[in-house]
């Protein structure tokens, strides 16, 4: 479903440039009007962002001269305005605490990225959270977690 409506600038920051390929077709194929730039370091995200304006900030966790998580505090210092999709290799439980408090407004796993990126954007595009745990829908009725619901994990639940 391509949502016409909405005019975007998307940049893109993750070190791996096969994701980069893969969250631009997927964007593309999804949204029309959406302009997407790509990055894959700190330097790189900090200078993009300095000298254009953007809607919206993908950042991978982990950039090639630097860690996502503090890069994405310098960006709320800069910028405190830029919602920024945060995304990983590793489960959403090891990070939302710490991306949430820094400024995230979601996250999304690059396990899930194809199913889950979308979704993501048209919540953050509301001005929504996304931090959708592992094995609940996008509801997040599955594990009675709303997709931007902070309760912890049970004891004992496994996320498998």
Request: hydrophobic letters at 35%; proline letters at 4%.
């Amino acid at each position: 479903m391509k949502n016409k409506d909405i005019p975007m600038r998307i940049l893109i920051a993750d070190s791996n440039s096969l994701f980069r390929e893969k969250m631009k077709q997927v964007i593309d194929d999804n949204f029309s009007l959406i302009m997407t730039s790509e990055v894959s370091g700190e330097d790189d995200a900090l200078n993009e962002l300095s000298q254009h304006a953007f809607d919206v900030l993908i950042l991978d966790t982990e950039l090639s001269d630097g860690n996502g998580l503090n890069v994405l505090k310098k960006i709320k210092t800069i910028n405190p305005g830029i919602p920024v999709l945060a995304i990983s290799m590793f489960p959403v439980e090891q990070y939302k605490e710490s991306l949430f408090r820094a400024g995230a407004h979601g996250y999304v796993s690059k396990v899930n990225l194809s199913n889950e990126l979308i979704t993501a954007l048209h919540q953050i595009f509301q001005g929504k959270k996304y931090f959708r745990l592992e094995g609940t829908d996008d509801s997040g009725k599955k594990s009675e977690l709303p997709a931007t619901g902070y309760k912890k994990m049970p004891k004992g639940r496994s996320m498998k």
